[in-house]
Every structure is written in C-alpha cells, then in structure tokens.
C-alpha cells in the first residue's frame, strides 16, 4: 500500500465520524500531546542535573586521586617536566643508561685462608682414584662468604678495675666498651639491631626470630624495644645537630605521610637537604610541626607538594609541580574530548621548560637579561591563568593553578633548585615502606625513638658514613665521656682516615 491509499482510506474512515465526535478525538490527541510534551521537558531538566552532578562527582573523584602517584609506573622523568611516558615505543629506555652487571668477574681479593678440594673417584664411571697421583696443573676460584651459623652468642666477662684517687678521695671504676652501661647486650648486637629495625625496615618479632636463628640469642621483643629506646634517647643530641644543619640549609625539601601509632593515625614528617634529613613522628599534620622544626621564618627555599601547612612559616617557596601536572593530567583523562585541557597543560608545561632552562643560562645571560626573561616568563604564565571563556572543568584546573602561583617559578631565581620535590618523596619512602611491613608504632616513645634512629641513619647514608661503624664509635665516645660523638666530628676523623689511607 502507497501513501496515497493510506491517505484515501484515512479520508474515507474520517468522512463517516461526526463533526462532534472529531472534535473530541482532536481534543483528546491534543492534550495528550500537552502531557507527553511537559513529561519530556521534566526527563530533560532531570537529564541535565543527573549530568551535572556527575561532572561534580568526576570532578571530585581525579580531586581525590590526584596526590596518588602510582608505583608502577614514574610520575617524573629526567628528560623533562611532565613527561608523562606516553606514546613511547616499545624497548626505548626512559633516557638513561643500563646498569652495567657485576657478571661473572673475577675478584681482586687476597684470600684469608685456602681449602683444597680433592678428586677421591671419577666423576663420570665411579672408579676410585684415590692412589693416583694428581695432575700439575689445577683450577682456582675465589668464594666470599660469612661466618657459620653460631649455636650461642659470645659470653663475655668484663673485669673492670678499681682504683682509689688519692685527689678526688674517690673509687674510680674502670668502664667497659663493651657494652652501654647497665646493659648486658654488647655493642655489636646492639648495632645490628638498630640496623635491622630503621634500614631493613624489620619489626621486633622477625629481629628476635633473626637473633635467634643465626646467632643463638633469645630476647623478647619488649626487650628490643625498650633496648632502642635507650639508645635513641643516647642518640637525641646528634639528632639535634642534624637539626641544626636542616635550620641553616639553602634548598630544604620537605614531605609528609600517614605513621600509625597505636592503631591512630598519626604523622612522619620529613625535612631533608643532599646531606641531611631530618624525621619527626607527630598526631598532627598542622603548621604546629612545621613551625616547631624550622622556625617562624626559615631563611632558604622550602621546596613543598602544595600542603597549606607550609604556608605558615615566612619564607620563600618552590610548589611541586610535579603534583600539580599530575592533577591536570588526571582531568584530561577523565574528560577526553575537552581540548582545551590538553592545549592548557601544553603552555605551562612549556613555560616550566623554559624556566629550567633560563635556570641553567643565568650566568651566560648576565642578571639584567635574566630579569627581563624572568617577568616575560611570569606574563606569560598569568595570561595563560586568563584563558577566555573557559568551560566549567577548565575553570576548576585554573584555580588550582593560580592558588600556586606565586610558588610556580621560585625556583628559576634560585640556582639548583628544582621546581619538583622529587627528593622529599624520595626521602620518606623509607618511612612507607617500614609502615607497610610493622604497621606503624606502639608507643609514641617507640616512634620518637624510630624518628631520631631513621634521621641518624638517612644522614649516614646521604654523606656516604657506614651507619654501623659511626653508630659503634658514638656509642663508645657516649661510654668513655657521657655524650655520643657528633656527626661533624665523626665526618672529620673519617676523611683524615681516608686521606692516610690514600697517602700509605
């Protein structure tokens, strides 16, 4: 059937109704259209706010991840700021060299003592060998390895001796090195405790099962405890002098993560320079912490992810902007089709670039040309945080990047700074890990005692001092005169050892 027969039997079927009775049916389809029309209008207004409120909840949902840099893969890259790894090939590297392996190479050691090992039957047909003379000639191999396991540790009687003071009228006591006074856990053991619980990250129970094992000690893990206790409250003094050296630093990069401290949360707070790093365990993550540590106002650049608690201290200050294009990244993946995200990111990345590398070329430039470079690099990152007519998701990544503004260049004035706190980040990750493996402190004396042994040791590392060997030396300075050997003193006897060692 054809339009025209459908619109000839429509006519023919109309034509027999009365006039009334078309009047009814068309008042009829007439307010059923009316009906369905304000049902629509209804479904659409409700169409737009489900939308809107699922634009707020995205919003809020990359808000909330942001600051969640995954493990997998690297937020920050060496060939760039914001490089975020994408569009790489497969088999290309991240700009840096393969470490060279250790392979098979022979070791340039002399060897304490030799074992010789004896052909008694053939390897192949069993047949005896052992009245056959051996051959001349024979193959060597060199092996490192440790000590046998000990069934119990080394008792040690110390006599100590004692002589009268004719001057003083007093009986002086020899003092052992041995041990800490009072205590009969000797230095060594005391050490490798300290060494298993900051820098393996070990909790009490595998350190007692660990002492057990190899070395045929038994002591309960109350007893560990309260032993490091001690010792970092020894240790307090050397901890006060790394503060001293955090106060006076140039660039001091400073982070904080979540510490557990008798099943609350708590915080650890790190404040650390290339040599120095300072920890502190507190149940608060305010500005209380960072003005305790540096001060009201701290003299140098304080390099920060953004945290309004370092707002407070007077200072200048670098934002990280490595969370910063992270953030915006997070929103273009969540709004593919919105350009204007990409294209923003693009111009500040750019304007990051080229502040590095107006960084880099003061010295060439002269002071007055790098002024002038410098305000031209600052207008142009205002005019960017005046993009016309932004859309609503837009709108949201400019006021979190004009809230930084005054701390996104402070790095170029400043040479060696970074615009990143790449090393903060770097610095408490051993603090994550320790949280992640013992869940945190019992005590708050227990993390007090972690903050200044993790500092100690952190420092060590970063000034390229064995931890066990300055620990062995402070600890017997503390027992010959009452007070550890500072790091500063330690640093200097080591260099002149170092420098004699060069010299025979």
Not at 71 to 79: A, G, L, M, Y
Not at 106 to 112: H, L, T, W
Not at 371 to 386: C, H, S, V
């Amino acid at each position: 059937m054809n339009v025209k027969d459908i619109i000839s039997a429509s006519y023919t079927a109309l034509a027999k109704l009365s006039k009334n009775r078309l009047l009814r049916m068309l008042q009829s389809l007439r307010d059923k259209y009316i009906k369905l029309e304000e049902k629509n209008n209804e479904l659409e207004a409700e169409i737009e706010k489900l939308k809107e409120e699922l634009k707020k909840k995205k919003i809020k949902s990359v808000n909330k991840n942001a600051n969640k840099p995954s493990s997998k893969q690297p937020e920050w890259d060496k060939k760039g700021v914001g490089n975020d790894g994408k569009g790489r090939k497969k088999g290309k590297g991240r700009g840096k060299k393969p470490r060279k392996g250790a392979g098979n190479c022979s070791k340039n050691v002399e060897p304490d003592r030799t074992e010789k090992a004896t052909v008694d039957s053939c390897t192949l047909c069993g047949k005896d060998l052992t009245g056959q003379d051996p051959l001349e000639s024979s193959n060597e191999r060199i092996i490192e390895d440790i000590p046998d396991i000990v069934e119990r540790p080394e008792v040690i009687k110390a006599e100590q001796e004692k002589k009268y003071c004719p001057d003083c009228k007093e009986v002086i006591t020899a003092k052992s090195e041995l041990a800490l006074p009072k205590a009969d856990m000797g230095l060594n053991s005391t050490i490798l405790i300290c060494y298993l619980w900051v820098a393996l990250c070990l909790p009490f129970t595998k350190i007692k099962d660990y002492l057990k094992t190899f070395f045929g000690k038994e002591i309960s893990t109350s007893g560990l405890s309260r032993h490091v206790i001690r010792v970092s409250k020894i240790m307090k003094a050397v901890y006060d002098e790394i503060l001293g050296d955090i106060n006076n630093a140039v660039t001091l990069h400073a982070d904080e993560t979540g510490w557990r401290v008798r099943g609350k949360n708590w915080w650890l707070w790190v404040f650390g320079t290339q040599d120095s790093a300072y920890f502190t365990v507190d149940k608060s993550r305010g500005s209380s912490v960072v003005r305790r540590v540096l001060g009201e106002i701290f003299l140098g650049l304080l390099v920060v992810d953004g945290w309004n608690a370092y707002l407070q201290v007077i200072c200048e200050q670098q934002s990280c902007m490595a969370h910063l294009l992270r953030k915006i990244r997070k929103f273009r993946d969540a709004f593919p089709r919105l350009s204007s995200i990409v294209k923003f990111y693009v111009k500040l990345r750019r304007i990051l670039r080229d502040g590095e590398r107006l960084q880099a070329d003061r010295e060439k430039l002269g002071e007055k040309v790098f002024q002038r470079r410098l305000k031209r690099l600052e207008k142009r990152l205002d005019d960017l945080l005046n993009w016309p007519n932004p859309n609503d998701i837009l709108q949201e990544i400019i006021k979190k990047v004009r809230r930084q503004q005054p701390r996104i260049l402070t790095f170029v004035e400043h040479p060696g700074a970074p615009c990143h706190n790449n090393y903060g980040e770097f610095l408490i990750r051993i603090g994550v890990l320790k949280r992640k493996i013992s869940g945190g402190s019992v005590s708050a004396e227990g993390a007090n005692a972690y903050a200044i042994l993790l500092t100690i040791y952190v420092t060590c590392k970063l000034r390229g001092i064995s931890f066990p060997k300055y620990m062995k030396e402070a600890l017997r300075h503390y027992i010959r005169t009452g007070k550890p050997m500072s790091l500063s003193t330690y640093s200097t006897f080591f260099a002149d050892c170092k420098q004699s060692k060069k010299a025979a």
